[in-house]
């Protein structure tokens, strides 16, 4: 073969690349960081957990939701409840949410920041409403840890979890002292 | 020759497919951010024009300017049962871009969560004896933990002044 039939076949190829690249389906590039994973889809199947780099996907096949894993904080103020002993009681806590699976958080709720924090208002009224307010600091930590326990038991089912737990707001009302109940 | 162009062209359309395109980001004088590549933290960039290529870099910038936040007529109980009103007003502003780009899913929303929360946390810690005669006290303890827990995210605490506390009434 000359060098003339070569860079005629060389020319022609071209030609079809550029034209061919045309037809072929746009893909876009999705692009995850250190504080992101990926979610990865093949035909609608699960396909694996992608980590930092960059990755093709958007057509019809390939499809990757993007899940941020930094820490997400919020407050709870103000919550009023009756305690194990029936008094009146108010409790604020803060807390950080993250996503500790996110195969889970992607397809086990549709907003996972709302319903996590739903999900921790249930945990807190539950844990409160069985327990005395005790209102040291000591007392505090308690109820923080038993929130978080709790929380997270219902969190992880979807995905979630939640930490650092401070309990910024607490108050009971005291009884009042009744008595003493004596046999008829 | 015009062979070759076509070879380059082919080479062009290889390579643009593995690599992305050369872009130009520009970062105005008030932006930071921090260039990946291949989805790792690179460098940290400052104003000016950055060339990346689309394929396998990417930067992403935060507004280093003051976020200032106001708050008004918050309620607390106190540790003995009388009810509290306190507002503030305070400017915090972005130290490091690194730190603050990872300390949550929306940076700008992370001074006014420690804020609150160390505003309550003190408040609530406080009987309406300590509210009425040392409210320089609750905030300077205010400012100390809050500073400590800004600079744990990446900012600092430009200003903090707590413009109204008050006692509302008793439970």
């Known amino acids: 073969m000359d060098a003339e039939a070569l860079w005629t076949a060389v020319f022609f190829l071209g030609l079809f690349a550029v034209i061919g690249m045309r037809f072929v389906p746009k893909k876009n590039r999705v692009f995850i960081t250190d504080y992101q994973k990926g979610v990865r889809f093949i035909k609608g199947s699960f396909a694996g957990i992608l980590g930092p780099g960059s990755y093709l996907s958007g057509n019809s096949e390939v499809e990757i939701t993007v899940v941020d894993m930094r820490p997400f904080p919020f407050l709870i103020e103000r919550f009023f409840y009756q305690d194990g002993l029936q008094a009146p009681s108010v409790i604020s806590i803060s807390a950080e949410l993250s996503v500790s699976d996110s195969y889970r958080a992607v397809t086990g709720v549709k907003d996972r920041i709302a319903d996590s924090i739903a999900i921790v208002r249930d945990a807190l009224h539950s844990c409160t409403s069985r327990m005395s307010a005790e209102l040291t600091s000591k007392g505090r930590y308690a109820m923080a840890d038993k929130v978080t326990v709790t929380a997270n038991a219902e969190l992880n089912k979807i995905g979630m979890a939640i930490a650092n737990v401070e309990v910024t707001e607490l108050w009971s009302r005291p009884m009042p002292a009744y008595p003493s109940l004596r046999a008829n | ?171």
């Open chain 2, 1 to 171: 020759m015009a062979a070759f162009a076509w070879l380059m062209v082919t080479i062009n359309y290889v390579l643009r497919s593995r690599l992305g395109r050369p872009a130009k980001v520009t970062l105005l004088e008030y932006q930071r951010g921090i260039r990946y590549r291949r989805g790792l933290a690179r460098d940290e960039v400052g104003p000016g024009q950055h060339w990346s290529w689309t394929g396998f870099e990417k930067t992403i910038f935060l507004d280093t300017r003051p976020i200032a936040l106001s708050y008004q007529n918050q309620v607390v109980t106190l540790s003995d049962g009388f009810t509290a009103i306190y507002g503030f007003s305070a400017s915090v502003e972005v130290r490091s871009v690194r730190k603050a780009l990872y300390s949550s899913q929306a940076y700008s929303q992370m001074p006014a969560f420690v804020l609150l929360s160390c505003m309550r946390t003190v408040l609530s810690e406080s009987d309406s004896k300590r509210v009425r005669i040392s409210q320089q006290n609750i905030s300077n303890e205010i400012t100390e933990r809050a500073r400590t827990r800004l600079d744990a995210a990446g900012f600092v605490l430009a200003s903090f002044r707590m413009g109204q506390l008050g006692i509302a009434a008793s439970n």
